[in-house]
């Protein structure tokens, strides 16, 4: 899977950061037409997904520590799960 490695919360956090950052470079070489549209929406469509599978670990890794279980049980959740996910 090229999603997200399971990891502790910084590490999550900080791939969501790059993943943001990334996000915002695509954003803005299509605006200076360096990159393609295509080439924009197809990786602007994998970054969703794996932001959306990090922001499930985390949520899983926050809720399996509130409940007072090891939160480094948690596990990456494939695409086809987090997104039918309902914000």
Do not use: F, N
Not at 48 to 64: N, Y
């Amino acid at each position: 899977m090229s999603g997200p490695d399971a990891g502790t919360e910084k590490e999550i956090l900080g791939r969501i950061t790059q993943m943001i950052s990334e996000e915002r470079h695509l954003r803005d070489s299509l605006a200076q037409h360096t990159i393609d549209q295509t080439a924009e929406h197809s990786r602007l469509a994998r970054l969703e997904t794996e932001l959306d599978q990090c922001w499930d670990l985390l949520r899983q890794r926050r809720a399996l520590a509130a409940a007072g279980q090891d939160a480094s049980t948690a596990q990456v959740r494939p695409a086809s799960q987090v997104e039918r996910y309902l914000s």
